[in-house]
Structures are given as C-alpha cells and as structure tokens.
C-alpha cells in the first residue's frame, strides 16, 4: 500500500488493445512514410526503390509521416542546440518508443474527453484536407489515404498536447510543483524500505484531496 500512490499515476503506460492498434497505425505511418521519401531520389543513379515501394505508391502516407515526426524532430534539434545530445537523425527504437507513448497517452485523454471535445478535435483534424476535396474524382484513393492517415496524427497530436497542457495547469494552479506529486512525508513517518514514495498512510486527507483530481482523466 505504501508505494501505491503516484503509481496508478503511470497506468496510463501499461498496454491495451486500444494503445497497441494506435501504435501499429502510427508504426505503418512512420514505415511507410520512410518508404516514400525515396521519391525525391529516385532520379538518382544507383540508388535502388525500397521493398514494397511500388505497392505502396497509389497512397499518400509521406505528409502524414512528417507531421507525426515534427515535434519530435523539434525537440531533437533543441536538444542539439542546447549541447544536450550531438548530431544525428532520430533511432528508430527512439521513434517507435515515443509512438507507443504518445499513443498510450492519447487513449488515457481520449477516454476523458466530453463528446464536444471529442467532436472539437475531430472537426479539427479533418479541416485541413477539406480544401483538397476537388482532387477525389482524379484520384480518390490518393486523397481517402491522405485524410484518413493525416487527420489520425493530428488528432493524436492535439489530444495529446491538451491532456498534457491540462496536467501542467493543474499543477502550476496548485503552485506545489513536483513536490505535489511526490510529497515528503508528514509527521516524521518512515518511508517503506525501497519506496521513493510517501505511504499513503502519512499523507494528510486534505493533501490526498488535492493530488487525486490532477489527472482527472
């Protein structure tokens, strides 16, 4: 029971049907994207298509890859330009890590979301692919791929970003800090042996009251 609290905090993380589908659709984006980019070589002498290129030319999945790996892309640079990490393109175990997570975190913030704010980032993430309507008769599975892949990593990425806004909020409003989450413990009591965590049993109700509803999703 000692270790329990801020625990639960990182349920979120462990795997379900819902997290795993998302990975595997954000996996194909990110492979396939990768897979297309040799268009912009293929004129090139020497440098040979990549298996299954041709089968997967008729989609659009390359636009939908560069805006999942964008932010990603931006903290790398950041990361270079503090001195933090050297030069060099993002790993695939890094990018494939970062997918899974960000896609266990969507569902988690999905989850709690009202139905206005599930058709608010619906609605948002369609918008961009409505001008592109005119392009369905000459080539429709070219657009239905382009929408359907592209609204998907937006809706990621603004569900995302909002459930993680909406934590920092809390937690600024509170003013407490890390410290809210991981409190010391009160009254003198002794953590359990290999417990970085106050037991629940020192922690006063009405500081209890305050931790529980910061991830009220």
């Known amino acids: 029971m000692g270790c329990i609290m801020?625990?639960?905090?990182?349920?979120?993380?462990?795997?379900?049907?819902?997290?795993?589908?998302?990975?595997l659709i954000l996996a194909f984006i990110l492979i396939g994207g990768q897979i297309q980019a040799y268009a912009f070589v293929d004129d090139v002498p020497g440098i040979e298509p990549p298996p299954l290129y041709d089968l997967l030319r008729p989609l659009s999945i390359w636009p939908a890859m560069a805006i999942l790996v964008l932010p990603w892309s931006l903290m790398g640079s950041i990361l270079y330009l503090t001195g933090v990490c050297g030069v060099g393109g993002l790993s695939a175990i890094f990018l494939l890590a970062v997918?899974?997570?960000?896609?266990?975190?969507?569902?988690?913030?999905?989850?709690?979301?009202?139905?206005?704010?599930?058709?608010?980032?619906?609605?948002?993430?369609?918008a961009p692919w409505i001008p592109s309507l005119p392009a369905v008769p000459r080539d429709p599975l070219f657009f239905v791929s382009s929408t359907v892949l592209g609204s998907t990593v937006v809706a990621v990425h603004l569900t995302s970003s909002y459930g993680l806004l909406k934590v920092l909020y809390r937690l600024v409003r509170r003013g407490r800090g890390v410290n809210t989450l991981f409190p010391r413990p009160v009254g003198g009591g002794a953590q359990p042996e290999g417990?970085?965590?106050?037991?629940?049993?020192?922690?006063?109700?009405?500081?209890?009251?305050?931790?529980?509803?910061?991830i009220p999703f």
């Open 99 to 126: 997918t899974y997570l960000e896609a266990s975190w969507f569902v988690r913030v999905w989850r709690g979301l009202t139905r206005t704010g599930r058709s608010i980032i619906v609605i948002s993430s369609i």
């Open 6 to 23: 801020g625990i639960q905090r990182l349920e979120w993380v462990s795997p379900s049907p819902s997290s795993i589908t998302l990975t």
């Open 195 to 214: 417990c970085l965590i106050t037991p629940a049993s020192d922690v006063p109700s009405s500081l209890i009251a305050r931790i529980n509803p910061i």
